[in-house]
């Protein structure tokens, strides 16, 4: 959490949020390790209104939750909230692809390019955060190609609880190469047009995300 001076122009509350909530994503703040207000204050260099303030809404996205005569803890990844959010992702997902196959235009064509050769340049990377972003990002043009801005709401409303499960199967790097492939596989079904491969290749990918996360949970908790 040292680098959190990056967003100093920001309200102090905010550079105080996005750093813990950094912290959550990447592991650094490992789930069930409390957050003791005073502690943090010291290592961030703060006071400890901020800290309440961002505690509380890393409470609001379930990143933390508060234990009764203990305060507030990082909150478990748990096989029942991934799927969850996988199950909605996976819906929004197929009707994302669906839409782009329809719509897309010749520069989305163009980006969605890009974007998928971005992350195959990066994936033998070590740094999971880049991985994360590329990833994010190659969804993130699909999603434009839409054409639908309140579906694109909705599915970046989605990526904010999908982050932390993202930096899971990320961390599974036998599993890289495979989503390479499976990129690849969704990006041709579209420039295609084919609804029914793209809608097929979209959810063999967030199945194997599903399952690839499930191994993680479970290998952390042996």
Do not use: W
Not at 179 to 189: F, G, M, N, P
């Amino acid at each position: 959490m040292e680098n959190y001076m990056e967003n100093a122009f920001l309200p102090l509350r905010d550079v105080v949020f996005k750093t813990l909530r950094q912290a959550i994503l990447t592991g650094e703040l490992k789930p069930g390790e409390r957050l003791m207000e005073i502690h943090l204050a010291n290592k961030l260099g703060v006071s400890r209104t901020p800290i309440r303030e961002a505690i509380r809404q890393l409470e609001l996205e379930g990143l933390v939750i508060m234990i009764p005569r203990k305060g507030a803890q990082v909150a478990s990844i748990t096989e029942k909230s991934m799927s969850d959010v996988l199950e909605v992702r996976l819906a929004l997902e197929k009707l994302a692809v669906e839409l782009a196959c329809r719509r897309i235009d010749y520069e989305q064509k163009e980006r969605l390019k890009t974007a998928l050769l971005a992350f195959e340049d990066i994936i033998g990377n070590e740094d999971a955060g880049e991985i994360a972003k590329a990833d994010v990002a190659f969804h993130d043009e699909i999603f434009e190609a839409t054409g639908n801005p309140r579906l694109v709401q909705m599915l970046n409303n989605l990526a904010e609880q999908m982050y932390r499960y993202r930096f899971e199967y990320i961390k599974d790097r036998s599993g890289h190469m495979r989503l390479v492939e499976e990129h690849r596989r969704i990006y041709d079904a579209i420039l295609a047009g084919d609804v029914v491969a793209a809608t097929k290749e979209i959810s063999v990918h967030i199945k194997n995300q599903e399952e690839s996360i499930i191994r993680q949970i479970r290998l952390d908790e042996s």
